[in-house]
């Protein structure tokens, strides 16, 4: 899920440049990968899963949003409401439906309320009512509106397989077509109350069990409405760029690997 404040159709909103405007919040474990240490000097959020942790983490991202997200001029924000990886969530996620009477999800899993409430709570401009100031508040300019618009990303694996950092570093699977499925909320129409968010978060999520389980029995995600099929468009990786990142994840690595030992050495 992206959350930004870049008008739709305006300069900006398709340019390279989104990537350095972007914050992403991750689970903590990517810190300790080889990028690791560009996304802190990035400015990105590492957060602790788990209900011992929660209460401070959200805490801190709170005081990371003050801090970074407009000083650094962030115009996007990427967060993952699921809050950790299907294998080891959907489990847990069931057992939380079938006590709290939600359906039962099998491709995605209930999503958690607090990081998108503290995200909505400090980058969302507010009216005099309360209500979020989304794309049509005239009366606010440029620089005060805050996020303007959520992009709910769902993504589909062949298979229903996952690719993950294993898959990434070690290249042990074939090449395959991963499908990416895009809808544009407006901020104005996202409530903000606790209970009412976590509606609202958890239809979409519904929604994309739907949409999922479309995709894996026709091999096609649905059509919008009024459209007798979903319209695609491709984009292929460069071999080359894959080669560059990944000579970089090994070089770091070994770096590390170095430094680390150098340490050690001098310790012991």
């Not at 489990?91 to 439906?97: C, I, M, V």
């Amino acid at each position: 899920m992206v959350l930004d404040e870049i008008e739709m159709g305006r300069p900006g909103a398709n340019s390279p440049v989104v990537v350095a405007q972007m914050m992403w919040l991750m689970d903590h474990i990517f810190k300790y990968t080889n990028f690791g240490i560009v996304s802190l000097i990035h400015g990105d959020f590492f957060i602790r899963q788990g209900k011992s942790h929660r209460d401070q983490q959200l805490l801190l991202l709170k005081k990371h949003l003050e801090n970074n997200y407009r000083s650094r001029d962030r115009k996007w924000i990427v967060l993952f409401p699921e809050g950790g990886f299907l294998r080891k969530r959907r489990e847990t996620s069931q057992a939380f439906a079938e006590k709290n009477n939600l359906p039962f999800l099998k491709h995605v899993t209930l999503p958690r309320i607090g990081a998108t409430k503290i995200i909505l709570s400090a980058l969302v401009a507010q009216q005099e009512n309360g209500s979020p100031a989304g794309g049509d508040a005239k009366e606010l300019d440029s620089k005060s509106k805050g996020l303007q618009w959520i992009i709910d990303t769902t993504i589909a694996y062949p298979r229903a397989e996952p690719i993950d950092i294993q898959t990434w570093i070690l290249a042990y699977r074939k090449p395959t077509i991963t499908h990416v499925h895009y809808r544009i909320f407006p901020i104005k129409d996202v409530p903000l109350e606790t209970d009412d968010l976590s509606d609202w978060l958890y239809q979409r999520f519904i929604e994309k069990e739907d949409l999922l389980s479309h995709f894996y029995e026709t091999g096609a995600f649905p059509p919008p409405e009024g459209r007798n099929e979903a319209v695609s468009r491709e984009m292929t990786l460069s071999n080359m760029w894959i080669f560059l990142i990944q000579s970089f994840a090994f070089l770091s690595g070994y770096m590390w690997y170095n430094v680390i030992q150098y340490f050690y050495h001098c310790l012991f």
